[in-house]
């Protein structure tokens, strides 16, 4: 089955420490972003990536870094320097042409503490 | 700038019929998208609308006035099951979509 995966689901750390969200398609599509969602809110967008080895940053992308070495794969960092992370993240995909359409991973809770 | 409105919660009985309601401001808009999201899960696409008029899928509908930038989705035959946060997303094409803060519908037996 073709689909978004995102691991872990729950992510436990320490303040001062980078951390890294693992997602993963199997959709072929080119298009990928990261979401932040805060509890009752909606979605903010942290970066995103049209193509492999390119990425733009999206309207929260401080204290947030990305990668996009292959198409399947980009991974978020959430620094050490990010105030406030603790939040739900959220990682899509979508079809070049067709990017009003994105399909969602399961999603991260990140809690730094 | 650009921004979504949508009513933060509604309130509706298993079986009737509910909308919910989307207003944006923006002049980059070419059309909008609703997506469903069930507490702790990931959201879902219901629909997209880029030309005005109303797209019917089943039970849910989704209408779109671009000369009044103003979006709705219509839930028919409402199951407990539809108790969830909608959003409306507007399309900027290429990557860009930003989406609203969500209604939360709560539906009642």
């Known amino acids: 089955d073709g689909g978004i995966t995102q691991s872990p689901k729950y992510l436990f750390r320490k303040e001062g420490q980078n951390v890294t969200l693992s997602c993963e398609q199997n959709?072929?599509?080119?298009?990928m972003y990261w979401y932040r969602q805060d509890p009752g809110q909606g979605l903010r967008l942290i970066y995103y990536s049209q193509i492999v080895n390119d990425f733009q940053k999206g309207d929260i992308a401080e204290g947030y870094s990305v990668s996009r070495e292959k198409k399947e794969s980009f991974p978020l960092t959430v620094t050490s320097a990010k105030k406030n992370p603790t939040a739900f993240y959220l990682c899509?995909?979508?079809?070049?042409?067709?990017?009003?359409?994105?399909?969602f991973g399961p999603g991260t809770r990140l809690t730094v503490t | 700038g650009q921004s979504l409105e949508q009513p933060s919660e509604v309130t509706a009985v298993e079986g009737a019929i509910v909308q919910i309601n989307c207003t944006y401001q923006?002049?980059?808009?070419?059309?909008l998208s609703w997506y469903q999201q069930h507490d702790g899960g990931a959201p879902t696409f219901l629909s997209y609308?880029?030309?005005?008029g109303l797209e019917e899928t089943g039970r849910f509908s989704s209408f779109l006035s671009r000369s009044d930038s103003y979006g709705y989705l219509l839930l028919q035959e409402l199951q407990m099951k539809d108790s969830a946060s909608y959003f409306c997303?507007?399309?900027?094409?290429?990557?860009?979509?930003?989406f609203g803060s969500g209604t939360r519908l709560s539906i009642r037996p």
């Open positions: 959709l072929n599509h080119d298009a």
């Open positions: 609308n880029a030309l005005d």
């Open positions: 899509a995909s979508s079809s070049k042409g067709g990017t009003y359409e994105q399909y």
């Open positions: 997303a507007g399309w900027g094409g290429a990557s860009k979509i930003i």
């Open positions: 923006t002049s980059g808009f070419y059309g």
